[in-house]
């Protein structure tokens, strides 16, 4: 393994080499432009900017036009020299012209309601067999054949709802490199939904995303466990791609795949070299209270007196698989690995950030200051619960903790008024009050679990 390689690509902090990043970003292609506009004199860059325009432009009729080649075509023999052209030339393209030819795709492409119509139509207009008032005269061969004329307008519906870009999908699924390809196509798409909400596009969106759900279902996965000893590429792309807590050095990256940690990911044989998704965990006596237990924890213990197995890190590596559900299987993969290899490890937990909570938090204490500065609350909290609006939410001994502890460090008429003060400040020098500190935890906790509890927690999944 090229050690050196890997640590220089880790200072530069670069990510592994991804076609989809190619001329994706408009705000690069208006500097690109008004750097060579600023050199020479303006009439010959006038013309060249008037020649590059053109050339982008017969760039995306090539393109566009393999796309229809792709799609049209039914010559195997020649099928896969047309999918290597619309790939190489899709990722040419510049980000606005790629916005183009998915729209083309979208909208030139979907079904044809027409005929959806017209066999809806039809469909209609058949009468049930037995429905006609001589329910007993009718025999079963009558029967059958009113049935065969049902199950010919339901097959045509079928075939009539499946939209012509199917076939590109499905025909990009089978062929080499075709798989990322197609996450590419729909990292794109999210990219330009995330700003124009455009109904065609979405349905797009909707139908790959659920074609690429059937194609990397599980059974099409395969379960790897990500060591020190694996190529230098794969690595590097385990540090590039680490979502939650990035990987500082080396070392870090070692110790992460050293003794007393595990390192799994999900791959798939069309995206080679390259997990789809990977999980990193943390063997411990017990459940971690803090984060920095986990990425701190040197020497680790031995193995052998491991009790816990910790998810402290999840992160995939394809945002055109946004949405499709990976982690979850994962996960269950990774806990009937571990409970098979390390018997005597019994507890499965999660550390992980709780995004939104805070501000959720925040949101809900300040609602509840200003209601209750609007209704003139001053009264005990028995007063306050039967205001329509009004919640406290703090329990009496929760609200009564946080009053006798805050001291100097937070005033207010009421305990969620001390709790917005005192987590308002950019200042926290109160966290070092074990006092109050022990009397925020059980609120926050509650909270915390009164926030989350409308999601589907990852403990049950690992119960189950």
Not at 86 to 105: H, V
Not at 157 to 169: A, G, I, M, N, T
Not at 216 to 244: C, G, M, N, R
Request: net charge neutral; charged share 20%.
């Amino acid at each position: 393994m090229n050690k050196k390689a890997l640590a220089i690509l880790m200072r530069a902090r670069m990510r592994p080499n991804d076609p989809s990043k190619l001329a994706l970003s408009p705000l690069s292609n208006e500097v690109n432009q008004m750097l060579s506009n600023s050199q020479g004199n303006q009439a010959p860059h006038a013309t060249e900017d008037g020649n590059e325009k053109l050339n982008k432009q017969r760039s995306f009729e090539v393109v566009r036009d393999s796309m229809h080649s792709a799609i049209s075509m039914n010559k195997t023999e020649v099928l896969d020299a047309v999918l290597n052209d619309f790939s190489e030339g899709y990722f040419s393209l510049s980000f606005e012209n790629r916005r183009k030819l998915l729209l083309t795709l979208a909208k030139e492409y979907d079904l044809n309601r027409t005929q959806v119509r017209e066999l809806i139509k039809q469909y209609l207009g058949l009468q049930l067999p037995g429905v006609s008032g001589n329910e007993a005269q009718s025999g079963g061969v009558e029967d059958e054949g009113f049935l065969s004329t049902f199950y010919r307008i339901e097959r045509n519906l079928r075939h009539s709802l499946k939209p012509v870009y199917e076939v590109l999908f499905e025909r990009l699924n089978t062929h080499p490199g075709g798989l990322k390809v197609l996450t590419i196509l729909r990292a794109d798409i999210l990219s330009i939904l995330a700003e124009e909400n455009i109904s065609s596009l979405r349905a797009l969106d909707s139908y790959l995303k659920e074609k690429l759900s059937t194609w990397l279902s599980p059974a099409a996965l395969e379960l790897h466990q990500i060591t020190w000893d694996d190529p230098a590429s794969l690595l590097e792309k385990i540090v590039a791609y680490e979502a939650v807590h990035p990987i500082s050095n080396l070392i870090d990256l070692k110790r992460r795949l050293g003794v007393g940690r595990r390192c799994f990911g999900y791959f798939h044989s069309a995206i080679p070299g390259e997990p789809l998704i990977f999980i990193e965990v943390a063997l411990l006596k017990a459940v971690a209270q803090t984060i920095q237990e986990v990425l701190w924890d040197h020497p680790p213990i031995l193995e052998s007196e491991a009790t816990c197995a910790l998810f402290y890190s999840i992160s995939s590596t394809q945002p055109g698989l946004a949405g499709i559900n990976l982690g979850k299987f994962l996960i269950k993969r990774v806990i009937t690995l571990v409970k098979r290899d390390m018997p005597h490890i019994s507890v499965f937990a999660t550390l992980s950030p709780i995004p939104g909570f805070m501000q959720w938090l925040l949101s809900k204490l300040a609602s509840q200051s200003k209601l209750g500065e609007a209704e003139d609350i001053s009264c005990s909290s028995a007063d306050r619960s039967g205001l329509t609006f009004y919640e406290n939410l703090l329990e009496p001994e929760e609200e009564r903790g946080l009053i006798e502890s805050s001291g100097d460090f937070a005033a207010g008429k009421n305990g969620m008024e001390i709790m917005l003060n005192l987590l308002t400040p950019t200042s926290h020098d109160w966290t070092n009050s074990s006092k109050l500190l022990s009397a925020f935890k059980p609120a926050l906790m509650r909270l915390c679990a009164r926030y989350i509890s409308p999601i589907k927690l990852l403990s049950i999944i690992l119960t189950k």
